[in-house]
Structures are given as structure tokens and as C-alpha cells.
């Protein structure tokens, strides 16, 4: 089993992501791409397509429930890398939002048994020499679509 993330998206497709207009502003260091975004007030860009009565970024590159992936996910704004999945790695909190989400869109919430079955899947994993490298999970950045992970919101 893959990360329960790359096969849902919901929190990508469910909440305004909105953050500070420095974060698209290269000349200070900000990396999303300022093209992807709007103007939600004098401080804030909100990312393209989650203004909206039934949002969905413009980044998320998704069929909602069976496979996502943020298209930016090395530039993606800092609420998005904020929000951690419901019971990451199977010993997190659950997250509100990542519930929320995953319910709006009809899905039941993250239990035990879905990040055990994904740590399982990556303690199986093995190089040719026979070593398993799976028993470290992947970092942060390494997560779709956008949370400490997905999940984006402001
Ligand atoms: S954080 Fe939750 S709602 Fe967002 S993609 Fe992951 S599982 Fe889905
Ligand atoms: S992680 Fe953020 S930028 Fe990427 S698709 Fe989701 S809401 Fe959009």
C-alpha cells in the first residue's frame, strides 16, 4: 500500500489555501509559483481554484479518492507542508482538517490499520542484497500531495 495521501487528495480539493504574498515573491526567497496564485487581500495570495464554493488547486494533478499528487510539491506554500495526515505513520494526531476533508469528500477517515498496512508495504520493500529498507519512513518532503505533508488552509 502506498501513502494514504497519494491515493485520496482530499484536503486539496476542500479548503481556501491562502498565504502570505512573500512566499511567491522569488526576490525573498519564496518558491510558489506566483503564476498559480490570486490576490485574496493586501497581505494574502490564496492558490488558484480554492477560492471557490467547491475548491480544488490548480496544482493538484488528482482523480480525488484514487491517485494525487501536488504538481509543486518542492514549491507548495508553507500551510500546505502545515498539515499533517490524520495519524501519520500511524502515531501522529489525528488531524481535524485531514478528517474533514476525507469526509466531505465521502471517504472514511485515516485509522490505524491504513498506516500500518503502508508501513508494512514499506518494511517489505527490499534492495538486491536482501536488506529491507523500509523500516524508515519517508520524510516530510518526500509526502503528497502537500502535507507534512497535503493539507492547505487558511
Ligand atoms: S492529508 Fe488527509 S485529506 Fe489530505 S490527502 Fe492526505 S489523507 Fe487525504
Ligand atoms: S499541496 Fe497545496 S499547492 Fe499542492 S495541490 Fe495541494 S493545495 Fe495545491
Partial sequence: MSHPCL???????TYRVGFHWSEAAPELG???PAELTETLDAHR?????????AP???ALDA???????????????SVCREVPASLEDGTGPRSGQCDRARLRHGFPVLTEADWQDYLRAQTDMAVPNGVAIASVPPAADDRPPGMAGTAPHA
Fill in 7 to 13: 491515493s485520496c487528495g482530499a484536503c486539496c480539493a
Fill in 45 to 53: 495570495l490564496v492558490m488558484r481554484g480554492t477560492w471557490a464554493a
Fill in 30 to 32: 519564496g518558491q510558489v
Fill in 63 to 77: 482523480e480525488i479518492g484514487v491517485r494525487a499528487r501536488c504538481s509543486i510539491h518542492p514549491q507548495r506554500p
Fill in 56 to 58: 480544488r488547486c490548480i
